[in-house]
């Protein structure tokens, strides 16, 4: 008998475990999975987007103030600024520009190891072109007091999904053409400059005074989480508070969260105590109301 005719060696190696029964859901999903990809494709080949369409309506998105205010995200980090077009403004430009399917999965979760194995995936079904990225996200959250681990389901869940939301942004982002973003980031800028037609110091006075008068927070809170003085505020920094401030609103999230209590050291306390200035006859403080007194000092207030 010819070699030609011998039966292929197998190659030794692990076993990959198949399950020994596929059920009647999985297999439609499947089969629905695989036929709602094919009808995008084709659907994307008879219905190729209009650039000129596409352009005029990421125009009037970026010129409405509620888009702009969630266009960038800012932060301070190592005593500069970080700052940079937000996953929002990446999503409502993914549905201007049309025939774009994206999303954020998790492969795999090790609850015992601590980790979740995720994918942040866009593609522009017209051209075939695809970014995808699967990584690692560890169940901690970095804290002032250093790394926490994370138990909780509902942590978890925010833990993975922000860590998704910053690969799904850059996904978006690399599959759209530069031109279309930086015009959208103009417009959004230009839009928030605007400020509906008042001037940016009118704008910083009532967020301060909107922060202190609904929720207690005093300009120095401000200002520390903003990195810089209100004289020094941009309108971003603006557009940060109204942002945060429409979270506390809807009980997205605490006051705490978003503007911890000042902890002070005890090497504070004792530099504080050998001050010349630390001490203070009762006469000289007559007449200060209780508003001038910090917020976690005031009689019967959480300490």
């Not at 549905?95 to 999303?103: A, D, S």
């Amino acid at each position: 008998m010819s070699s030609n005719n011998r039966a292929p060696e197998r190659i030794a190696g692990p076993s990959v475990p198949v399950p020994t029964h596929l059920g009647q859901g999985t297999a439609i999903e499947q089969s629905r999975a695989v036929a709602e990809v094919q009808a995008a494709v084709v659907v994307a080949q008879q219905c190729p987007r209009s650039i000129t369409a596409a352009q005029a309506m990421m125009r009037e998105s970026c010129g409405q103030a509620g888009l702009a205010e969630r266009a960038f995200y800012r932060f301070p980090r190592a005593g500069g600024t970080v700052t940079g077009p937000s996953v929002h403004l990446a999503r409502e430009l993914a549905r201007c520009w049309g025939n774009v399917q994206y999303g954020i999965g998790e492969l795999r979760r090790d609850d015992a190891g601590g980790y979740s194995e995720m994918q942040a995936w866009a593609w522009d079904v017209q051209t075939n072109t695809r970014s995808a990225s699967i990584f690692v996200v560890p169940h901690k959250r970095d804290t002032r007091d250093g790394v926490k681990d994370l138990v909780d389901m509902r942590d978890i869940y925010e833990n993975n999904a922000n860590n998704g939301a910053r690969r799904l942004r850059e996904a978006i982002f690399s599959i759209l053409p530069p031109w279309f973003v930086e015009d959208a980031k103009d417009r959004c800028s230009k839009t928030l400059r605007d400020g509906g037609g008042k001037p940016l110091a009118q704008r910083v006075a009532g967020a301060i005074e909107l922060y202190a008068s609904r929720y207690g927070v005093t300009q120095d809170q401000l200002e520390q989480k903003l990195g810089r003085k209100s004289d020094r505020w941009t309108e971003h920094d603006v557009a940060q508070l109204t942002v945060t401030y429409r979270s506390l609103e809807r009980g997205e999230v605490t006051k705490d969260d978003e503007f911890p209590p000042q902890r002070v050291t005890a090497a504070e306390i004792a530099a504080q105590a050998e001050s010349p200035a630390a001490s203070v006859s009762p006469d000289s403080v007559a007449g200060i109301g209780e508003d001038a007194w910090p917020e976690t000092a005031q009689p019967g207030g959480d300490r």
